[in-house]
């Protein structure tokens, strides 16, 4: 495939932080992308949740499912904009390695718990994974991924500016990631396309879970019309085959609009070079600017009737308290966690070290995981539980 001028070129990679013999039959995002798929941390994604908690449902999203579906709406925004495909993807199935069990709730109450020790951020654990957590290979630990790839799990958000997260000033030391600058087109299109893929699926799960009606979303921009253009097509559709066809028109509206905003940004900017998207002060893949408000006002409802739920918001107390009673466990039980963690733990060279490896732990642990051991520890508190 011919890559536009703009896009990352694999034989221009910066490398990587220990030098490899590169592929005679993979590029380096290649092998990038392939080193994630095959990392522990992103198997663990199956039991982590996107928004239900694991065992409520096998049609419900977990985090391993969503970034599938990030990663396939990645390479094709990424295909359409000529960039670098292998990175995108990698960037994509990358993106949440480093959320906790239970989802954004989980993360909350673990940063809770360390803002004494520096706090918790997933997309720097996500970071601290592939460049320490991960220890497979024989010549180094993490995942000695190419610069590029750091750089854009980094900041696939946008610059990281002011006080940085622990764990990414430590990668950053290493590695300089350029934070105050954008990344590559690569990584704003996986950005993006986590936008499009959680809004989509959310509006799917919500409707399954019973938190609200067809009739409720055809109230929505974009989901209005989705759903007009299927009952003028098909009608009398049933209705679940119905609600399948007007939510995949909204998908594809939401990545069309992405790839025809972003051409035209990137006609406009006159850019020529990976080098002249991060220096150009602003992100270059984008929505356009109605439909960025169309999106915001789905968004307001989802967090209304699905995020704050009542029934969601009971099993958010509840998994909580799951990470809290795990930390203030571990915390006074060190070397209760498993033997492989031992030899750290006795290396560590003061409370904050060993504070940070019991952070890591637990947020490594699946939904499913934390919650069998949070009964076996604390049997009364689990008897009580609505899960």
């Known amino acids: 495939m011919t890559h536009a001028v703009y896009a990352t070129m694999p034989d221009r990679t910066r490398g990587r932080g220990i030098f490899e013999e590169e592929s005679s039959f993979r590029s380096p995002f290649q092998r990038d992308r392939d080193r994630i798929i095959h990392a522990s941390a992103f198997r663990r994604l199956k039991h982590k949740t ?19 579906e990030v990663a396939q709406v990645a390479r094709t925004i990424a295909g359409a904009l000529g960039l670098n495909q292998e990175l995108t993807e990698a960037v994509a199935l990358a993106h949440d390695l480093g ?17 004494p020790y520096g706090g918790f951020d997933h997309n720097a654990q996500a970071i601290r994974i592939v460049t320490q957590l991960e220890k497979h290979y024989a010549e180094f630990d993490g995942l000695n991924l190419t610069w590029e790839t750091l750089e854009a799990i980094a900041k696939h958000n946008g610059p ?24 590559s087109t690569e990584a704003q299109v996986a950005a993006l396309a986590d936008d499009i893929a959680y809004n989509n699926h959310d509006l799917h799960d919500g409707l399954r879970a019973g938190l609200f009606t067809d009739d409720d979303i055809c109230a929505l921009p974009i989901v209005s019309d989705a759903f007009a253009v299927v009952d003028k097509t098909y009608p009398e559709l049933e209705p679940t085959r119905r609600r399948h066809e007007a939510l995949r028109r909204v998908f594809g509206a939401l990545v069309s609009d992405v790839i025809d905003t972003s051409q035209a940004n990137l006609k406009s900017s006159g850019v020529a070079s990976v ?4 220096a150009l002060g602003r992100p270059i893949v984008a929505f356009s600017a109605p439909l960025w408000q169309d999106l915001k006002e789905i968004r307001a409802f989802l967090f209304t009737r699905m995020y704050r739920a009542p029934s969601v918001m009971v099993v958010r107390s509840h998994v909580a308290t799951v990470v809290e009673d795990l930390f203030g466990y571990y915390l006074e039980n060190t070397m209760e966690m498993p033997a492989r963690w031992h030899p750290e733990i006795q290396a560590c060279p003061d409370t904050l070290a060993r504070v940070r490896l019991v952070s890591d732990y637990i947020a490594g642990m699946t939904d499913r995981f934390a919650l069998q051991l949070h009964e076996r520890l604390f049997p009364e508190r689990a008897a009580a539980s609505p899960l």
Do not use: K
């Open 99 to 115: 959320h906790t069990p239970f989802g954004h709730t989980g993360e909350d109450a673990l940063h809770a718990l360390m803002e």
């Open 275 to 278: 080098e002249e998207v991060r």
């Open 50 to 68: 996107q928004v239900f908690v694991e065992h409520e449902g096998d049609n419900y999203r977990t985090r391993l499912t969503h970034s599938i």
């Open 160 to 183: 990281v500016l002011g006080e940085l997260p622990w764990a990414l000033a430590a990668c950053n030391t290493q590695f300089d990631l350029e934070l105050e600058t954008h990344a």
